[in-house]
């Protein structure tokens, strides 16, 4: 009896011991692919995010990742405009100033319609707690990205 008791003692020392190790290599594991992940995602150098990665965050869910408007749409909303085009819609110049006013101001809308548009300005102010000189370097950051993407 002696002998089985001490033999039951050794499995669950043994049993604990491996369980111990693989946790540790699980870990381990899960560690080196944070890692890997980390080393794939690039780092701005200005602390503030690219206009890619801003737009990627915020404006392709209803832009769609190709700017051509089409994201998931829900109703009562209208597909968002092609933001490929905006240049050759505007005579072959990209409209800088009228891209920067909407994603500043949000656009005008008809009365008692839904808000198309996010007023960028605001939201980047209140939900990141930014101050306007950040919010500015974000509106011009998408704006630029925008206009780099202008089909010819």
Known sequence: MILTQRYSVVNRVIYIVVLSC???????AFYRAQEKQAAKTPINSSGSPSGAELYNKHCAVCH???MKGTGPVPDPYRTPPDLTTLAR???GKFPADYVSKVLQNGV????HGPAQMPVW??????SDRLDRIQVTKRITALTNYIKSVQQK
Do not use: K, N, Q, V
Not at 108 to 111: E, G, I, K, M, V
């Open 22 to 28: 693989l946790s540790a290599g699980l870990c381990g």
């Open 64 to 66: 769609g990742i190709d």
């Open 89 to 91: 819609r505007h005579r």
């Open 108 to 111: 005008l809308l008809p009365a």
């Open 121 to 126: 300005g605001t939201e980047f102010e209140a």
